[in-house]
C-alpha cells in the first residue's frame, strides 16, 4: 500500500515559471489536503477537498489553484512561481468516518523558486 | 487569532526521562479534536495520538500520553522514557467541529533533542 505519494521530492524554479506538483493516494480517502511548510513555522492551509469534483480555499491559497477530478488525485498548480512560494509543501487525505479522521501525510515536496 | 500555541524554546533532554510538550488552543465550539505529529530531522508527518473534545479520559498510545485540560484549553504531550528516535519537531494541530471538513490548524511546533 503506497499511501499518499507526492512528486517531485525537490524541485528549483524561476521566478515567473510555472508547475504542477504531484498528489495521489490509493487509500479511497476522501478528503484531501494541500499544506506548505516554512522554515521554521507550522503548517498552514492552502487548498483541500472533500471529494471528486469539490475544492475550496484554505488559509493561503493565493498564488494556487487545485483539481480534483478522481477520489486519487489532487495536483497544485502554481502559477507564476514567486520567492514567497520557496517551501516544503505536504499533501495530505483522510477518511470521512474513520477513527478520528486522522491525516496521513506525503513525504514531501521541497521547493525553491529563485 | 493563533487558534494553537506553542512557545516552548528548543529541549534538550536526557535519554530515559520524560519530556512534556506544552500546547495550548483556542476554539469556542464545543467540538473539536486535537493532534499530535512527530516530524524528525528526514521530513515526514507522522501521527502521534489524538484527543477529542468529549473524551472522558486522556489519551495514552504506547510511550505518548497527552495531558488534557479542558477548562485551561491544554492539550500537552508527554513523551516517557526518551529515546534517541524522538529526537524531532512536534506539533499540534487542531480540528475544529465534530468532523465538517476535517480541515487541520497546526502550531509552530517544539523542537526536541535527546541526548545520551
Known amino acids: 500500500n503506497a499511501g499518499v505519494t507526492q512528486t517531485p521530492k525537490f524541485r528549483i524554479l524561476k521566478i515567473g515559471q510555472s508547475m504542477t506538483l504531484q498528489c495521489t493516494q490509493d487509500?479511497?480517502?476522501?478528503?484531501m489536503y494541500w499544506y506548505r511548510q516554512d522554515p521554521g513555522m507550522g503548517l498552514k492551509l492552502i487548498y483541500y477537498?472533500?471529494?471528486?469534483?469539490?475544492?475550496d480555499k484554505g488559509e493561503v491559497p493565493n498564488g494556487y489553484n487545485v483539481s480534483r477530478s478522481t477520489t486519487e488525485d489532487f495536483p497544485l498548480r502554481l502559477e507564476l512561481a514567486a520567492p514567497s512560494q520557496t517551501s516544503v509543501y505536504f499533501c495530505?487525505?483522510?477518511?470521512?468516518?474513520?477513527?478520528?479522521?486522522?491525516?496521513?501525510f506525503g513525504s514531501g515536496t521541497r521547493l525553491t523558486v529563485v | 487569532a493563533q487558534k494553537i500555541t506553542q512557545t516552548q524554546p528548543g529541549m534538550f533532554v536526557q535519554e530515559k526521562e520524560a519530556v512534556t510538550l506544552d500546547c495550548t488552543y483556542d476554539?469556542?465550539?464545543?467540538?473539536?479534536?486535537l493532534f499530535w505529529y512527530k516530524q524528525p530531522s528526514s521530513g515526514e508527518m507522522i501521527f502521534l495520538i489524538y484527543?477529542?473534545?468529549?473524551?472522558?479520559q486522556n489519551a495514552t498510545e504506547g510511550r505518548y500520553s497527552l495531558n488534557f485540560q479542558k477548562a485551561r484549553k491544554s492539550a500537552n504531550l508527554v513523551i516517557s522514557a526518551s529515546q534517541l528516535g524522538d529526537s524531532a519537531m512536534y506539533f499540534c494541530?487542531?480540528?475544529?467541529?465534530?468532523?465538517?471538513?476535517?480541515?487541520?490548524?497546526f502550531g509552530k511546533g517544539n523542537q526536541v533533542v535527546v541526548i545520551p
Open positions: 495530505a487525505s483522510s477518511l470521512k468516518g474513520s477513527d478520528n479522521y486522522g491525516y496521513t
Open positions: 487509500m479511497n480517502h476522501n478528503y
Open positions: 477537498s472533500v471529494g471528486a469534483g469539490i475544492t
Open positions: 476554539t469556542s465550539d464545543p467540538s473539536y479534536g
Open positions: 484527543q477529542g473534545s468529549y473524551d472522558q
Open positions: 494541530a487542531m480540528r475544529e467541529g465534530l468532523y465538517g471538513n476535517n480541515r487541520l490548524a
